[in-house]
């Protein structure tokens, strides 16, 4: 290995694997993707939940019917039911059931959506570099680029036996 032109074909493999390093970094491009994702439904019921606060107010004196009237009403159940929110949070319903003037029970229901933000390169263009010797005292050096699934090249080839040097294109096909 005395001979400079073997060190030219070292250092020229040494130069395109700087070259394509540089190249196949200045090709990358990021992407964000974002996805919404149901979390676990959250459902619980309070029951005969304690009132914080009660004011009473004068009553008016009530005729028969009047009386038969309110005792009708007040021992009416009624639900109500409602959507709260509905949002980039989740969303939260209610029920609630009222009887005998008083809350007899609240159920909800919370379904959360969780907010997944993936990161991730691609690469564009991908450089390679190459070197291969064979039986017949050849080495080459090999330079090229993939763009999606095709690629290019470009070869330098010596011959130690005839002291001769060549260049050669390739064509390449990812799979």
Sequence with gaps: MNDPKKYGVVVLFIACCVVCFLLGRATITYRT?????????VRDTIFNPVPVLEI????????????????I???????YADRVFDNSAGTLDYLATIQYNRL????????????????????????Y??????????????????????????????????NRKGYGIGFKLKF
């Design 33 to 41: 993707e974002i996805k919404y994702i149901k979390g676990d439904v």
């Design 56 to 71: 009473v107010h004068d009553t008016i004196l009530l005729i028969e019917r009047d009386t038969v009237l309110t005792l």
């Design 73 to 79: 009403d007040w021992n009416t159940e009624r639900l």
């Design 104 to 127: 007899q029970g609240i159920s909800y229901t919370f379904v959360p959506i969780y907010k997944e933000v993936t990161k991730y390169k691609v690469v564009t263009w991908q450089p």
């Design 129 to 162: 570099v190459g070197t291969s010797i064979n039986t017949f005292s050849m080495a080459s050096v090999n330079i090229g680029t993939f763009h999606k699934n095709v690629g290019f090249e470009t070869q330098y080839i010596y011959d130690f036996t005839r």
